[in-house]
């Protein structure tokens, strides 16, 4: 075993042959895979590990750790060959990648291995990612940890790139060393901007960075730069670095053609011994500082533990109440953190912020980038609220998804949803992210109707992993339920029942009191319906609804929201039968009641108009769903 310790460049040039070579043995093996790409970032990655990264694999959550991030994910050959050097995963194990049931993955994933924070398949997602845990440690956690982020050159054509940068520009963030590992070659030929380093760094200067040109192959040049980017102070530093794809072997350097492809067997033989062949050379990565033994963590910021349910003495709106159980929160929880996209006047996080502007931060109109920097700042343990317009988290949808993948955890809020926001237009509402944050893998969707729900369903969010979300309503509306009144997730509330009803009203946010207007009027006419508010949309209440649709027989739904994937269909798939956990298993059911489902949602375009008026030509107002109910039991 060769050990490596300090920068000697003789010992970092063999370590980064190795990191090519098991960079090829490992995709040739697996039959797929990005070893080019691997290839042109191995002497940056060497000099790194050998030298400047602080990281204890053996305590990977350790606080005072370093963070890598591989925005460049496919590139991850190389990142799981540096495990390997560091010793975190054997030389078996590396030749594992991309088989079932290994932890090396095609692209790096968190929680299955311990040393990667976040998932990074999506170019144009890591710097984001990173100035969120940049953030935490210069402002939050006051540690003195960096963060570094391997970007490729394709992915800078991505805007989220440079909403990142210009981001870590504003907050200072000099604990933020980016470096652009620049080979030129994309997936299908020649990146827009190619071997122009002076174009990537007049554009990083331009947002703020301090730029170091370099040549990613000169050790020396690689090592001079890290000592220099570390001396920098209020600026985020971007490291350009001029690289060859598939560096180290004539048949791929500079080749175009070759990106996610593996050498062949017979290649890779003869490419590892122009390389000089295998080795097993170790890296003794330098540990980070101990923690003193009274932690610095969170410093200056404190809470009661105790969470006060604000309380409402008239009508308000949802989005309000969010604001004042964040604020009750972060009196609570010391760990609770707020991003909002510049709507916080509307989002009502201006209430979090009046109170603790120490732990709000502003991304300005760039939701993707709120997004990304709440997941970075959930890796490093905080409780991320981020929020905006319902609208606009579809620009974010890709981080979301991503996020999940991650095995993340954000709670993300959406104001001004559906299109009983009035006069604004259609731009303005959302009418599909309920559909959309269903999808995501492993959510909760959240929409409250009243603010004393809203405030407690707030509280139940600061507790939940993976990702979360509340639908907030723009307008006023009158208060449901009483402060201690519980709602638990995957809960429901049924407001009327009786023996009579001849169906079930389902509603939630604007739509259960227009639900509500429907009973009274109902009512008055002899007609009695139940009255269910489904304010946990995903999970859902399945036995409340099972009992409405054996007792009652017809269910209709009434959402601000199109009818595709919304309360509707989350209603209708608590009525299906689940697929088999197993080959062979038999499908229950047979007793299962199948109640009949009658979807009331927006169907057609909205236009301006006043709320009411809105809801009344969508169809969703009181007198459409009376009407409904009377056309069913005629």
């Given at each position: 075993?060769?050990?490596?310790?300090?920068?000697?460049?003789?010992?970092?040039?063999e370590?980064?042959?190795?990191?090519?070579?098991?960079?090829?043995?490992?995709?040739?093996?697996a039959?797929?895979?990005?070893?080019?790409?691997?290839?042109?970032?191995?002497?940056l990655?060497?000099?790194?590990?050998?030298?400047?990264?602080?990281?204890?694999?053996?305590?990977?959550?350790?606080?005072?750790?370093?963070r890598?991030?591989?925005?460049?994910?496919?590139?991850?050959?190389l990142?799981?060959?540096m495990?390997?050097?560091?010793?975190?995963?054997?030389?078996?194990?590396?030749?594992?990648?991309?088989?079932?049931?290994?932890?090396?993955?095609?692209?790096?994933?968190?929680?299955i291995?311990?040393?990667?924070?976040?998932?990074?398949?999506?170019?144009?997602?890591?710097?984001?990612?990173?100035?969120?845990?940049?953030?935490?440690?210069?402002?939050?956690?006051?540690?003195?940890?960096?963060?570094?982020?391997?970007?490729?050159?394709?992915?800078?054509?991505?805007?989220?790139?440079?909403?990142?940068?210009?981001?870590?520009?504003?907050?200072?963030?000099?604990?933020?060393i980016?470096?652009?590992d620049m080979?030129?070659?994309?997936?299908?030929?020649?990146?827009?901007?190619?071997?122009?380093?002076?174009?990537?760094?007049?554009?990083?200067?331009?947002?703020?960075?301090?730029?170091?040109?370099?040549?990613?192959?000169?050790?020396?040049?690689?090592d001079?730069?890290?000592?220099?980017?570390?001396?920098?102070?209020?600026?985020?530093?971007?490291?350009?670095?001029?690289?060859?794809?598939?560096?180290?072997?004539p048949?791929?350097?500079?080749?175009?053609?070759?990106?996610?492809?593996?050498?062949?067997?017979e290649?890779a033989?003869?490419?590892?011994k122009?390389?000089?062949?295998?080795?097993?050379?170790?890296?003794?990565?330098?540990?980070?500082?101990?923690?003193?033994?009274?932690?610095?963590?969170?410093?200056g910021?404190?809470?009661?533990?105790?969470?006060?349910?604000?309380?409402?003495?008239?009508?308000?709106?949802?989005?309000?109440?969010?604001?004042?159980?964040?604020?009750?929160?972060?009196?609570?929880?010391?760990?609770?953190?707020?991003?909002?996209?510049?709507?916080?006047?509307?989002?009502?996080?201006?209430?979090?912020?009046?109170?603790?502007?120490?732990?709000?931060?502003?991304?300005?109109?760039?939701?993707?980038?709120?997004?990304?920097?709440g997941?970075?700042?959930?890796t490093?343990?905080?409780?991320?609220?981020?929020?905006?317009?319902?609208?606009?988290?579809?620009?974010?949808?890709?981080?979301?998804?991503?996020?999940?993948?991650?095995?993340?955890?954000?709670?993300?809020?959406?104001?001004?949803?559906?299109?009983?926001?009035?006069?604004?237009?259609p731009?303005?509402?959302?009418?599909?992210?309920?559909?959309?944050?269903?999808?995501?893998?492993?959510?909760?969707?959240?929409?409250?109707?009243?603010?004393?729900?809203?405030?407690?369903?707030?509280?139940?969010?600061?507790?939940?992993?993976?990702?979360?979300?509340m639908?907030?309503?723009?307008?006023?509306?009158?208060?449901?339920?009483?402060?201690?009144?519980?709602?638990?997730?995957?809960?429901?509330?049924?407001?009327y029942?009786?023996?009579?009803?001849?169906?079930?009203?389902?509603?939630?946010g604007?739509?259960?009191?227009?639900?509500?207007?429907?009973?009274?009027?109902?009512?008055?006419q002899g007609?009695?319906?139940?009255?269910?508010?489904?304010?946990?949309?995903?999970?859902?209440?399945?036995?409340?609804?099972?009992?409405a649709?054996?007792e009652?027989?017809?269910l209709?739904?009434?959402?601000?929201?199109?009818?595709?994937?919304?309360?509707g269909?989350?209603?209708?798939?608590?009525?299906?039968?689940?697929?088999?956990?197993?080959?062979?298993?038999?499908?229950?059911?047979?007793?299962?009641?199948?109640?009949?489902?009658?979807?009331?949602?927006?169907?057609?375009?909205?236009?301006?108009?006043?709320?009411?008026?809105?809801?009344?030509?969508?169809?969703?107002?009181?007198?459409?769903?009376?009407?409904?109910?009377?056309?069913?039991?005629?």
């Open positions: 075993m060769v050990e490596v310790q300090a920068l000697a460049v003789e010992k970092v040039t370590l980064a042959r190795q990191l090519r070579v098991d960079s090829i043995r490992s995709t040739t093996e039959g797929s895979g990005h070893p080019t790409s691997s290839m042109s970032a191995a002497d990655m060497a000099v790194l590990m050998t030298k400047y990264l602080r990281y204890d694999f053996e305590r990977p959550d350790y606080a005072y750790n370093d890598l991030i591989f925005s460049k994910g496919h590139a991850c050959p990142l799981y060959s495990y390997k050097a560091a010793g975190a995963v054997t030389d078996k194990e590396l030749m594992s990648l991309r088989k079932m049931g290994s932890r090396l993955e095609g692209h790096p994933v968190p929680k291995i311990p040393w990667v924070d976040v998932a990074t398949g999506s170019l144009g997602q890591g710097l984001a990612l990173g100035v969120g845990m940049a953030i935490n440690g210069k402002f939050l956690d006051k540690l003195d940890y960096r963060v570094w982020v391997l970007l490729g050159d394709s992915e800078m054509a991505e805007g989220s790139v440079w909403e990142a940068l210009a981001c870590a520009s504003h907050y200072k963030l000099d604990n933020m980016a470096i652009l080979n030129r070659l994309g997936q299908r030929g020649e990146t827009a901007l190619g071997w122009n380093s002076a174009a990537y760094a007049e554009r990083a200067k331009a947002f703020g960075c301090h730029v170091i040109e370099i040549n990613g192959h000169d050790i020396a040049q690689i001079n730069a890290y000592k220099a980017a570390l001396a920098v102070t209020g600026q985020p530093v971007l490291i350009v670095a001029k690289t060859e794809k598939g560096h180290g072997i048949l791929t350097a500079n080749q175009d053609n070759w990106h996610g492809k593996p050498l062949s067997a290649q033989a003869e490419a590892i122009i390389l000089g062949g295998t080795s097993d050379i170790s890296v003794k990565v330098a540990m980070p500082p101990e923690m003193p033994s009274k932690p610095q963590l969170s410093a910021i404190t809470g009661s533990g105790k969470f006060i349910v604000p309380s409402y003495s008239g009508p308000a709106a949802t989005r309000e109440a969010y604001g004042d159980a964040l604020k009750a929160l972060g009196t609570a929880y010391s760990d609770v953190v707020v991003v909002d996209a510049e709507v916080s006047n509307s989002t009502y996080s201006e209430k979090f912020a009046k109170a603790f502007l120490d732990r709000y931060f502003e991304m300005y109109i760039a939701e993707q980038l709120m997004v990304g920097v997941l970075g700042l959930g490093r343990g905080k409780k991320a609220f981020a929020s905006t317009f319902a609208a606009f988290l579809s620009r974010a949808y890709d981080f979301i998804r991503m996020g999940a993948i991650s095995r993340g955890t954000i709670k993300l809020c959406g104001s001004h949803a559906g299109c009983s926001i009035g006069a604004d237009g731009s303005q509402m959302a009418l599909e992210d309920i559909a959309m944050m269903r999808a995501v893998h492993g959510s909760t969707v959240l929409y409250p109707s009243d603010a004393v729900s809203a405030a407690h369903l707030v509280e139940k969010m600061y507790a939940l992993d993976g990702i979360s979300y639908r907030t309503t723009r307008e006023k509306t009158k208060i449901l339920y009483k402060d201690t009144d519980e709602f638990p997730i995957g809960g429901s509330k049924v407001l029942s009786s023996k009579d009803d001849v169906c079930t009203l389902i509603g939630a604007i739509t259960l009191h227009e639900c509500v207007k429907a009973y009274e009027e109902l009512k008055s007609i009695h319906v139940r009255v269910i508010d489904l304010y946990s949309v995903k999970p859902i209440d399945v036995k409340t609804l099972e009992a649709a054996r009652t027989g017809t209709v739904v009434v959402e601000d929201h199109w009818p595709e994937g919304g309360l269909d989350a209603v209708l798939d608590a009525f299906s039968i689940k697929a088999p956990p197993a080959r062979g298993a038999k499908l229950g059911g047979k007793d299962k009641v199948v109640p009949k489902v009658v979807k009331i949602a927006v169907r057609e375009m909205p236009g301006s108009a006043s709320p009411h008026e809105l809801m009344d030509a969508a169809g969703i107002s009181s007198p459409h769903i009376v009407a409904t109910v009377k056309g069913l039991i005629d």
